[in-house]
Nanobody, 118 residues
């Protein structure tokens, strides 16, 4: 199982980006999915999470600006980021709890860099 994150880039303050995280390989289902980020010199932090039942949670600083969603048919999770601020600059990682047979395991994507700067 692999998670492929994409969609990062350079954007001006106030701009938008949509990150994608696509799962590939042999598995039964994707349970919870999360987006984390890690800024230079800082610890990795949880940005948003989405349960298999569709319940979303966000860190306070991105509420109202970011939206996490999933397309189960495509095995893909998205993070729509609007109103980006320089403090959103970080490497963004996706993490998913995936079921293979009767076992659940966490998998991480490789990260995608988001830079917010004028």
């Amino acid at each position: 199982v692999q998670l492929q994150a994409s969609g990062g880039g350079l954007v001006q303050p106030g701009g938008s980006l949509r990150l994608s995280c696509a799962a590939s390989g042999s598995f039964f289902s994707i349970n919870t999915v999360d987006w984390y980020r890690q800024a230079p010199g800082k610890q990795r932090e949880l940005v948003a999470g989405l349960t298999s039942g569709g319940v979303a949670n966000y860190m306070d600083s991105v509420k109202g600006r970011f939206t996490i969603s999933r397309d189960n048919a495509k095995n893909t999770v998205y993070l729509q980021m609007n109103g980006l601020k320089p403090e959103d600059t970080a490497v963004y990682y996706c993490k998913a709890l995936i079921r293979r047979d009767n076992n659940y395991s966490y998998y991480w994507g490789q990260g995608t860099l988001v830079t917010v700067s004028s």
